[in-house]
């Protein structure tokens, strides 16, 4: 997926409101509030000081014309935009880049199912069965080389886990994709410190055959794209 281009480089000042950030333009020295699309915690990744890179918009019905797109730690770049999992998977699928789903050739996104849910993608080739996929952004490293999800209480998460193991009692094959925004991490878990709601309904959709697979990304200012498979430890946190 490539990034809006060119990208803006700042500093950041502060994040607060969940959607709002203040950062100091680099090139300037103006400082400005731009959009943070992440609801998240972004723990560890909106500390003042941090150097982010931002995207600008030339709509001129947008109140805050600059976006967060990624963070830069010692360690690699982070990305931070929560739009722009799907997209990026997307591109993937369509490229029959994840091996876990190569053999599908039509990738329909936002279908309606369960009790007034949508799916990410819903999959379908004939002579397979369906596969139902959700996406999960992931961009919390507490621990050196490990990734984990979620990074706040999600009750939405877990009520997604509950549908896809009802898709797969029905015959349909229903899987996760943790898709982790960095590339500092070597193993993916859950956070269930954070969320134990969620942790037990993983736990539970994971017997019930719900297949939970993780990648991480290639993040660069020009592109991100998904990179390599990252095994998940489950039950540690």
């Not at 709002?20 to 400005?32: K, N, S």
């Not at 959009?35 to 805050?64: E, F, I, Q, W």
């Not at 819903?122 to 139902?132: A, H, I, M, N, Q």
Request: charged share 25%; proline share 5%; net charge neutral.
């Amino acid at each position: 997926m490539k990034l809006p281009q060119p990208l803006v480089k700042a500093r950041l000042e502060r994040r607060y409101k969940r959607f709002l950030a203040d950062v100091t333009l680099e090139e300037t020295g103006e400082t400005i509030t731009a959009h943070v699309a992440n609801p998240g915690a972004m723990t560890g990744l909106a500390m003042p000081g941090l150097t982010v890179h931002l995207s600008k918009s030339d709509n001129p019905k947008r109140k805050l014309a600059y976006s967060l797109e990624l963070v830069e730690l010692e360690t690699g770049l982070v990305g931070i935009n929560t739009a722009h999992p799907n997209r990026i998977v997307r591109e993937a699928l369509e490229a029959r880049a994840i091996p876990e789903f190569a053999a599908y050739t039509s990738v329909r996104p936002e279908v309606r199912y369960g009790e007034n849910s949508r799916i990410d993608f819903l999959l379908t080739e004939p002579g397979l069965p369906d596969c139902y996929l959700e996406v999960k952004n992931v961009h919390l490293c507490r621990n050196p080389g490990r990734a984990e999800f979620p990074d706040a209480v999600t009750a939405r998460g877990a009520k997604h886990m509950g549908e896809l193991a009802k898709m797969v009692e029905a015959g349909h094959r229903a899987a996760t994709l943790y898709l982790v925004q960095r590339m500092d991490c070597e193993t993916f878990s859950l956070a269930g410190d954070i969320d134990s709601g969620y942790a037990a309904a993983f736990a539970h959709a994971r017997k019930s055959g719900v297949e939970m697979i993780c990648y991480d990304c290639d993040i660069g200012k020009v592109e991100i794209t998904v990179r390599r498979s990252l095994p998940i430890l489950a039950g540690e946190s």
